[in-house]
């Protein structure tokens, strides 16, 4: 079945503790991406990425990082996780045509204290 | 970037077919008009997109205006599982593949 896989799906951590949200896809896509979603700023762009070892800033890339070091894996990385990261992350796949449409994963709902 | 405007909220009964209209009165010769909808925390749905031209497939039809300007996303017989807030996007030609999704319209579908 051609998915977009997240890991966790859940997560509580503390404040400066570094985390990593897993984000997998089957579709042998070559663009991937993240995205948040917080309540009344709807979803936004964290970083993007067209193709292995290619990867560029979204609209809110402060406090994170990724890697594309192969086709179908883009982490999200947290090195020192803050209360204002608290949301919703969504990572999502396509051809890379930028006509083509989106595939997003189920989400991965963070929270920091 | 062509923004949207979307209403906030519609209610529709189940079995009628649910219409979202979508106005987008700058949108560039270029730019297609993409739908997605989000059930309750789901990840985002493509449902459909357009150009110019009227498009339909199994889960929707699009009816673009010839001016462009504005569009409606018909479900033709919407099921309480259609329930989800529903995007109306222009798409950004360049800029990394963003979809710039606004706030959308919650469509409930009631018996």
């Known amino acids: 079945e051609a998915q977009v896989t997240q890991n966790p799906r859940y997560l509580i951590t503390v404040t400066g503790k570094k985390l990593t949200v897993t984000c997998s896809q089957n579709m042998n896509h070559e663009y991937m991406s993240w995205y948040r979603q917080d309540p009344g700023l709807g979803l936004r762009q964290i970083y993007y990425s067209m193709n292995v070892e290619v990867t560029d800033k979204g609209d809110v890339p402060e406090g994170y990082k990724v890697s594309r070091k192969e086709k179908r894996n883009f982490p999200l990385i947290l090195e020192s996780p803050s209360p204002n990261q608290t949301s919703l992350y969504f990572c999502?796949?396509?051809?890379?045509?930028?006509?083509?449409?989106?595939?997003f994963g189920p989400g991965t709902r963070l929270t920091v204290l | 970037d062509a923004k949207t405007t979307q209403p906030t909220s519609m209610d529709c009964a189940e079995g009628r077919a649910a219409n979202l209209p979508c106005n987008h009165s700058?949108?560039?010769?270029?730019?297609?008009v993409y739908w997605y909808r989000q059930i309750h925390s789901q990840g985002p749905q493509y449902i459909i997109h357009g150009l110019k031209n009227n498009e339909t497939n199994e889960m929707a039809s699009l009816i673009i205006t010839e001016d462009r300007k504005s569009s409606t996303l018909i479900l033709p017989h919407a099921t309480l599982r259609d329930t989800a807030v529903y995007y109306c996007i222009v798409r950004v030609t360049g800029g990394g593949n963003k979809l710039t999704f606004g706030t959308g319209t919650q469509l409930k579908v009631e018996l």
């Open positions: 700058t949108i560039s010769g270029n730019e297609y």
């Open positions: 999502a796949s396509g051809r890379g045509v930028w006509t083509d449409t989106q595939y």
